[in-house]
């Protein structure tokens, strides 16, 4: 059993997908147009705000959403040492420098406590922007996030790479800062047949500036005002998103419930306990979350040999990441250390993402289950 399987979901969708790729090549119309303006109303109306901005990757919205908001050299953007290489990368490619900060050990997702000791701490220096990462699904704490922007005055980025459709209160994910990132790389809950992104903001300006951005800094053709880059969305990316779009809550809907099946049959084996001294940990959902469960994630002691005992079941299971960003040789000259931020580290030691994926059967699950107490027994 795969940790994803996208072939399930093809066999669901296939002639509307060929249909959809069928219109857009009878257009010849390959690069942004109509395909690509529908989809970002479209996705606009469904994040809830009114501007969305197609482009060619989630890493590249990241940047675009930073490089519109200001963001430049000499700048520092916080961001959590535990996430896709992305997450910094674009920090870094829009001038600025990444400002690692720890996770918290429950969710996993960026600590508002250990940012905010940084802001309240004079020698810092100063953070222009933070750029928290709805983790696996799951929306960072905005409430606190929201309260350290307006007391600090940074900006909020969200990369919501992970979390189409995930919820904080009533909003939803893209929604709740100045602007979000998402990816729909082939194996995110909304994904499309290559690189594909888009950013989300409620500001006409931020968002024009990024469809300069996104097109070589070009309000026009053959005139360049500012340096940009080629980061246009395609058609036929846009198509099959828009295909795909109407089905995302119910996908979502199915990965929860594939969840709390997850949550159920871990306890039922005695391989969680609420006092915690069992050998598999869950994440916790902070009560304000919808979370969307991109990954199912466990902590789990002797966390690489059960790996490679599941792998020789043929259970397929992620590492979602073994190295945290502070960490990465690139990010050296940042002159992080090991154990600065120690529940990222930790955390790189421990995570297992389990078969996670709307068509996923129970059976198949129990199978996962069954095969982990295996393991510890
Ligand atoms: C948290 C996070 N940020 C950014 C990205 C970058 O997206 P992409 O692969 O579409 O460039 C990804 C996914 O790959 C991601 O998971």
Redesign the pocket.
């Known amino acids: 059993m795969p940790a994803l399987d996208l072939s399930r979901q093809y066999a669901q969708i296939r002639e509307q997908i060929l249909a959809a790729i069928e219109r857009v090549c009878s257009s010849q119309r390959f690069i942004l147009g109509e395909e690509v303006e529908a989809l970002e109303r479209e996705i606009a109306a469904y994040v809830g705000v009114t501007h969305a901005v197609g482009c ?7 940047w675009l959403a930073l490089a519109a908001a200001g963001v430049g050299p000499a700048d520092g953007v916080g961001t959590t040492a535990f ?5 910094a990368s ?1 920090i870094v490619r829009a001038g600025a420098r990444p400002v690692f900060f720890d996770v918290d050990p429950h969710t996993l997702n960026l600590d508002p406590a250990h940012v905010e000791a940084h802001l309240r701490n004079r020698k810092s220096r100063r953070l222009r922007a933070l750029l928290p ?3 696996y699904g799951q929306c960072a704490d905005m409430d606190r996030f929201g309260d350290i922007a307006a007391e600090f005055r940074l900006d909020i980025l969200e ?4 979390a189409i459709g995930a919820g904080w209160r009533d909003r939803r994910a893209g929604s709740l800062g100045r602007a979000a ?5 082939p ?2 809950n909304l994904s499309a047949y290559g ?3 888009l950013i989300t903001c409620n500001d006409l300006e931020m968002a024009e500036h990024m469809r300069r951005l996104r097109n070589h800094g070009s309000p026009r053709r053959y005139l360049h005002e500012e340096m940009g880059w080629n980061s246009r969305l395609d058609a036929i990316q846009a198509a099959v998103l828009r295909v795909k779009l109407p089905h995302i809550e119910q996908w979502n809907r199915q990965r929860r419930e594939r969840a709390a099946t997850y949550d159920r049959l871990l306890t039922q084996s005695g391989l969680t306990s609420s006092t915690g001294d069992a050998p598999v940990r869950t994440l916790a959902v902070a009560p304000q979350a919808g979370h969307v469960y ?1 990954q199912y994630v466990i902590r789990a002691e002797r966390r690489d040999p059960l790996r490679q005992f599941l792998a020789d079941r043929r259970i397929g299971t992620e590492i ?1 990441y073994p190295i945290p960003l502070h960490l990465q040789p690139v990010f050296a000259y940042l002159g992080y250390r090991e154990g600065d931020l120690p529940e990222s580290e930790r955390a790189a030691r421990e995570v297992l993402a389990l078969p996670m994926f709307p068509e996923l059967t129970e059976h198949e699950q129990q199978w996962v289950v069954e095969s982990i107490a295996e393991f510890y027994s």
């Not at 996430?83 to 997450?87: G, N, R, V």
């Not at 990369?159 to 992970?162: F, G, H, S």
């Not at 990132?181 to 790389?185: D, E």
């Open positions: 060619a990757s989630g890493t590249d919205a990241i996430s896709f290489f992305a997450s674009a990462v709805h983790l990369d919501a790479a992970q990132a998402f990816s729909f790389y194996t995110k690189d594909a992104g991109h979602y």
